[in-house]
């Protein structure tokens, strides 16, 4: 079985199903699938089913909330790399200009700063691209 998005050509939009596509094809072309709101019979796939929209813009858009989460700590934030916990606490001990940073932690590091009490906070980069 397959499910379709199919407009009517009133514009009224609802889903069938089918057994296949080509089943589809043969009955709308002998004009046996009407619209339920209408009756309408003369019918077409609507652009994109909802569904797989629905997946695809989930994905999308936190991918890129994750980008722009990225951007925002680039921007306002010093980056330090790999002496991320070395700097983290310098700051946290006063030992450093207390600033925004931010770089790379192995995952016991964010544990031990976390138990020293230093604010880190991990976030899932999202990669470049894709
Ligand atoms: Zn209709």
């Known amino acids: 079985m397959i499910l379709?998005?199919?407009?009517?050509?009133?514009?009224?939009?609802?889903?069938?199903?089918?057994?296949d596509g080509a089943t589809y094809d043969s009955q709308a072309a002998a004009g046996e699938i009407a619209c339920?709101?209408?009756?309408n019979a003369r019918v077409a796939k609507a652009p994109m089913a909802p569904r797989l929209a629905k997946h695809h813009g989930a994905a999308a858009e936190l991918r890129h909330a994750l980008g722009d989460l990225r951007r925002r700590?680039?921007?306002s934030c010093a980056y330090v790399g790999k002496r991320f916990p070395?700097?983290?606490r310098r700051i946290h001990y006063g030992e450093a200009e207390a600033r925004p940073i931010y770089g790379e932690a192995s995952p016991e590091d964010a544990r031990e700063l976390a138990e020293e009490g230093v604010?880190?906070?991990?976030?899932?980069?999202?990669?470049?691209e894709n």
């Open 86 to 88: 070395e700097e983290a």
């Open 4 to 19: 379709f998005e199919l407009a009517c050509a009133n514009e009224h939009h609802f889903e069938a199903w089918f057994r």
């Open 36 to 39: 339920p709101l209408c009756g």
């Open 119 to 128: 604010d880190v906070r991990r976030i899932p980069w999202a990669p470049e």
């Open 73 to 75: 700590v680039e921007e």
